[in-house]
C-alpha cells in the first residue's frame, strides 16, 4: 500500500479541508494517511490535530502520530524523518501533502500517470508559477527544480535526500548546507533557502535529476504558514470549524484575491517554486 505523509503543525482548521478534499480523491483506497503532527521543545502542540485527525478514520486509511519535542527549526525535521520512514518500509510511492495543501480529485491519477510515463525523480501535482497553465490539461513540464506542494516519490528516489535526515542538518541547516553543497552559492540559487524542499534542490541540482510538473495543477497551495494564526490571524477568532468554514467560503469569494493574504485563495495557486536557474526553458511534454 503507498503512503500518503500529511505533516501538520497547529492548524486543525486547514487539516480539516485538507483531508476532507483527500476523502474525495479518486483512488484514495489504494493509500496509507499518516497524519504526522510536529512538536516543538517548549511543548506548543494543539490538542485539536488530534481530535481532527479522528473525524476521518473511517473516510481514510489513517493513522495519527506525533513527534517527540524538539529544538530543530521548521518543518525540516517532521518532513525528512517521515521520508526516511517511509524509504525503510515497502510502500512503492510515497506522497507528501502538506496540512494547507487541497488535492484535486485526479491527484493520485495524475502521479501515477506520470510515474509510469516518465519515471522522473519526483512528480510534482503543483503548477510552476514561472510557467502559464496550457490550454491541454494533458501538458507537464519537465524541469531540474522542486517544491514541496503535492510531490509523489518512488520510495528508491528517497535515498538521495534521506542521507541528509540527520541532527546535525535539523540544528544547523545553513551551516549544513554550505559544509555539504558548497557550490550552492546564493546568486545561482535564489531564494530556494536551506529548509528541506531547498535542500532537495541542492541534491537534484548536484545529480543532475529531473521532477515532471502539472501544467494544470492538480493541488493548491491554501495559505503560508503562520499567515492564519496569532495576532496577524486573518481569522476572526473562533473555532476551529468555525474558521475551517470561514477560509471555506473566502476561497469561493473573488474579491478574496484583491486582500492582502491573496495566498489564501486556490486561483493564486501555490507559492513561488525554488528554482536554481529562473529563465530555464522546460521541456514540454503530452500525456499519452
Not at 538521495?160 to 546568486?187: D, G, L
Request: with cysteine; aromatic share 12%; glycine share 6%.
Amino acid at each position: 500500500m503507498n503512503t500518503v505523509l500529511v505533516t501538520t503543525y497547529n492548524r486543525p482548521e486547514m487539516l480539516y479541508l485538507c483531508l476532507e478534499a483527500l476523502t474525495k480523491a479518486e483512488m484514495i483506497g489504494l493509500h496509507r494517511v499518516r497524519v504526522i503532527q510536529d512538536a516543538k521543545i517548549n511543548g506548543d502542540v494543539d490538542p485539536y490535530i488530534e481530535e481532527v485527525a479522528s473525524l476521518f478514520t473511517r473516510s481514510l486509511n489513517l493513522d495519527f502520530e506525533r513527534r517527540e519535542p524538539d529544538d530543530s527549526l521548521g518543518n525540516n525535521r517532521n518532513t525528512l524523518e517521515s521520508y526516511k520512514e517511509e524509504f525503510l518500509g515497502d510502500a512503492e510511492h510515497v506522497f507528501l501533502v502538506e496540512e494547507d495543501v487541497i488535492v484535486a480529485q485526479d491527484f493520485f491519477t495524475w502521479h501515477y500517470q506520470i510515474q509510469w510515463k516518465e519515471n522522473p525523480f519526483c512528480s510534482i501535482a503543483a503548477r510552476h508559477l514561472d510557467y502559464a497553465t496550457p490550454e491541454d490539461p494533458n501538458v507537464y513540464f519537465l524541469l531540474g527544480t522542486y517544491c514541496s506542494i503535492g510531490p509523489c516519490f518512488r520510495r528508491r528516489n528517497l535515498e538521495a535526500i534521506v542521507e541528509h535526515a540527520n541532527r546535525e542538518y535539523y540544528r544547523r541547516p545553513e551551516a549544513y548546507i554550505r559544509e555539504h553543497f558548497p557550490e550552492s552559492v546564493h546568486e545561482r540559487f535564489g531564494d530556494c533557502g536551506c529548509a528541506q524542499d531547498g535542500l532537495i534542490v541542492r541534491v537534484m541540482f548536484r545529480d543532475g535529476l529531473q521532477s515532471a510538473w502539472a501544467g494544470v495543477p492538480r493541488c493548491f497551495h491554501t495559505g503560508i504558514y503562520g499567515q492564519n494564526r496569532g495576532q496577524q490571524s486573518p481569522l476572526k477568532p473562533g473555532s476551529w470549524r468555525q474558521q475551517a468554514e470561514e477560509l471555506r467560503g473566502r476561497w469561493a469569494d473573488p474579491s478574496w484575491i484583491t486582500q492582502k493574504y491573496v495566498d489564501c485563495l486556490p486561483a493564486s495557486l501555490e507559492r513561488k517554486s525554488v528554482s536554481l536557474l529562473r529563465r530555464e526553458t522546460p521541456e514540454v511534454k503530452i500525456a499519452a
